[in-house]
């Protein structure tokens, strides 16, 4: 059972670059989620995704984009990487609502650009 | 996480207790977590605490809610090396959508 899968777990870009981070589970959760975290911040919630077909914006949506292409797969794209978007970047899912059954997080994407 | 606040660092000695504390501001979560984090790892549900609890135990964690003073405690016994992790307090908020997340705590655990 691997829970939330994540790639790549490490990339640098330069600015202006785009790429897009990819998540995975298959523990048949609906909702998936995208957090970013920087030291001493805790985790910032870019964008969520509560069904298949549906997205909202989090709490730092700007410069993301994401994409709920299954009920799997939910992806996290930057159109134009900027050195303030350095961090790391947690996929998250829950089975209902966070609230009441917690996140199953990846393992992380270390995410660097100059 | 502005309104979720730790300490951010905390360092005891292999054996003895650790507590790590944490204050929110929402009143109207119906569950408050632990989760850690190892190195170069994701963050784990560690525990959880009902709001109409007062106190949860689970082998070596005990966890504290005092909901008149907003203050949610973790307290670890017998601390371990493989304790030695980042331990964030998190606030669902109301129909939880979007957790706040403490700073995190980095635990340090000495031989």
């Known amino acids: 059972n691997a829970g939330v899968t994540q790639t790549p777990k490490f990339q640098v870009l330069k600015t202006g670059q785009s790429m897009t981070l990819q998540c995975a589970q298959d523990?048949?959760?609906?909702?998936m989620y995208w957090y970013r975290q920087d030291p001493g911040m805790g985790l910032r919630l870019i964008y969520y995704?509560?069904?298949?077909?549906?997205?909202d914006k989090g709490e730092v949506p700007n410069g993301y984009n994401v994409s709920r292409l299954n009920k799997r797969e939910f992806s996290l794209r930057l159109e134009s990487a900027a050195p303030s978007q350095t961090s790391v970047y947690f996929c998250?899912?829950?089975?209902?609502?966070?609230?009441?059954?917690?996140?199953?997080f990846g393992s992380g994407t270390r995410l660097t650009v100059v | 996480g502005e309104d979720v606040e730790q300490s951010l660092f905390l360092s005891v000695r292999e054996g003895d207790s650790s507590v790590i504390n944490c204050t929110y501001t929402?009143?109207?979560?119906?569950?408050l977590y632990w989760y850690k984090q190892e190195p170069g790892a994701g963050l784990q549900l560690l525990t959880y605490?009902?709001?109409?609890?007062d106190m949860k135990q689970d082998q070596r964690l005990t966890v504290l809610l005092n909901k008149k003073d907003k203050h949610l405690s973790l307290r670890i016994a017998d601390t371990q090396t493989g304790d030695s992790a980042i331990y964030f307090c998190?606030?669902?908020?109301?129909?939880?959508?979007?957790?706040?997340f403490g700073p995190g705590t980095r635990l340090s655990v000495l031989p």
């Open positions: 605490i009902f709001s109409n609890m």
């Open positions: 998250a899912s829950s089975e209902l609502t966070p609230r009441d059954y917690g996140y199953t």
């Open positions: 995704s509560a069904s298949e077909g549906t997205t």
């Open positions: 998190a606030d669902p908020r109301g129909y939880g959508q979007n957790f706040v």
């Open positions: 929402d009143s109207s979560s119906t569950y």
């Open positions: 523990m048949n959760h609906n909702s």
